[in-house]
């Protein structure tokens, strides 16, 4: 499997940027194993993650994925949603980007944060008390990026859905069992209606499932046929 080409054909949306949403799951549902995601990874997971990175004109995280994952600075613009505005300004995500951040958040963060966030990476405030995601993603939009990736958490992702702005999923099944109680792609309150996804994409390699899904409101194409897989050896997620 050649990420590069199986994930070419980047979605479109109308008045705004187009947004993957990029995730991994156990066959059980859960999107990590002590707390993160990388032991649910392989090789072909990591070509994924790079080339999907690679289309994209900026990158859409949760503060707390940002967290709990360790990011570091990123090609594209990193663009960090968070109400309260607390971040760690000092981490190499800030101080050593060679694109400056972007922090989203609300005009209800406190006002010292929002400043200091801002001199470190541009701030962007929209919503009052809670993050408007359209409003953000029409701002990026007015900034130039046409495609952005999405990479969690669940509770942004679900905010995301309920928006209805997830114009591509792109979801690798780790062919491995979690229990306990992680969580899954999305979390919170049920979606007000259950959207329906169409595969666009299926692809197969060392056990794990790549899958690409589009909401079937907005699928203009059908879908393309399933690819082989083929060997390939990377580092991990």
Same mark, same amino acid.
């Given at each position: 499997m050649d990420p590069h080409e199986v994930y070419a054909d980047l979605p479109t949306a109308d008045g705004r940027p187009a947004l993957r949403l990029n995730m991994i799951a156990s066959v059980d549902g859960a999107i990590t194993l002590g707390g993160v995601s990388g032991p649910l990874g392989g090789a072909g997971d990591h070509r994924v993650f790079t080339a999907l990175r690679s289309f994209a004109d900026a990158i859409l995280v949760a503060a707390g994925t940002v967290r709990a994952e360790g990011y570091g600075p990123a090609s594209v613009p990193l663009v960090v949603v968070t109400r309260s505005c607390r971040l760690d300004l000092d981490a190499p995500l800030f101080t050593a980007a060679p694109v400056r951040p972007v922090v989203v958040t609300v005009a209800a963060? &406190?006002?010292? +944060?929002?400043? !200091?966030? /801002?001199? *470190?990476?541009?701030?962007?405030?929209? $919503?009052?008390?809670?993050?408007? %995601?359209?409003?953000?993603?029409?701002?990026?939009?007015?900034?130039?990026?046409?495609?952005?990736?999405?990479?969690?958490?669940?509770?942004?992702?679900?905010?995301?859905?309920?928006?209805?702005?997830?114009?591509?999923?792109?979801?690798?099944?780790?062919?491995?069992?979690?229990?306990?109680?992680?969580?899954?792609?999305?979390?919170?309150? &049920?979606?007000? +209606?259950?959207? !329906?996804? /169409?595969? *666009?994409?299926?692809?197969?390699?060392? $056990?794990?499932?790549?899958?690409? %899904?589009?909401?079937?409101?907005?699928?203009?194409?059908?879908?393309?046929?399933?690819?082989?897989?083929s060997p390939a050896s990377v580092g991990p997620r």
């Open positions: 963060a &406190p006002r010292e +944060r929002r400043e !200091r966030a /801002a001199e *470190v990476a541009d701030v962007l405030v929209a $919503g009052g008390e809670d993050v408007d %995601l359209p409003v953000a993603l029409c701002e990026l939009g007015r900034r130039g990026h046409a495609s952005v990736l999405a990479e969690g958490g669940p509770t942004l992702n679900a905010q995301l859905a309920r928006a209805d702005l997830i114009d591509e999923l792109c979801l690798t099944v780790s062919p491995v069992m979690a229990g306990g109680d992680a969580g899954r792609i999305l979390s919170g309150p &049920p979606l007000p +209606r259950a959207p !329906r996804l /169409a595969p *666009v994409s299926v692809c197969e390699e060392d $056990g794990f499932l790549f899958l690409r %899904l589009r909401p079937v409101s907005r699928r203009a194409t059908p879908p393309a046929p399933s690819r082989p897989a």
